[in-house]
């Protein structure tokens, strides 16, 4: 199964990098298990988004900048709104990343 490596850049991707890393570095795993390691959180975190997330958020915002590069969407938001069901929240700028899930199958 093709994974995208968008997950690596957000927060909990970060500190598993960081932490192999310094694994790596201290000696206590080899860098090809690193990379393993990665490579399952790709596939994990695909998976789980996929199969586990249900619910449906909608976002109002003043579109900054848009652009489609490989097949990857980025939008720019300001002054955006998250609403739910549950809730609503408002945050000044976020950044969000798209691709295409049937590209995972080729």
Same mark, same amino acid.
């Given at each position: 199964m093709a994974t995208f490596e968008l997950y690596r850049r957000s927060t909990i991707g970060m +500190?598993? %990098?960081?932490t192999l890393d310094e694994m790596v /570095?201290? !000696? *206590?795993v080899s860098p090809e298990l690193a990379i393993q #390691?990665?490579?399952q959180f790709d596939k994990s975190m695909t998976d789980a988004l996929e199969k586990q997330v249900k619910?449906? #958020? *909608?976002?109002k915002g003043h579109l900054? %900048?848009?652009r489609? +590069?490989?097949? #990857?969407? %980025?939008?720019?938001?300001?002054?955006? *709104?998250?609403?739910?069901?549950e809730f609503q929240d408002a945050? !000044? /700028? #976020?950044k969000i990343v798209a691709c295409d899930s049937k590209l995972l199958t080729q």
């Open positions: +500190c598993l %990098t960081e /570095q201290n !000696g *206590t #390691v990665l490579v619910s449906k #958020v *909608t976002i900054h %900048t848009y489609f +590069c490989d097949n #990857v969407w %980025t939008f720019i938001l300001h002054n955006a *709104t998250f609403k739910n069901d945050v !000044g /700028q #976020v």
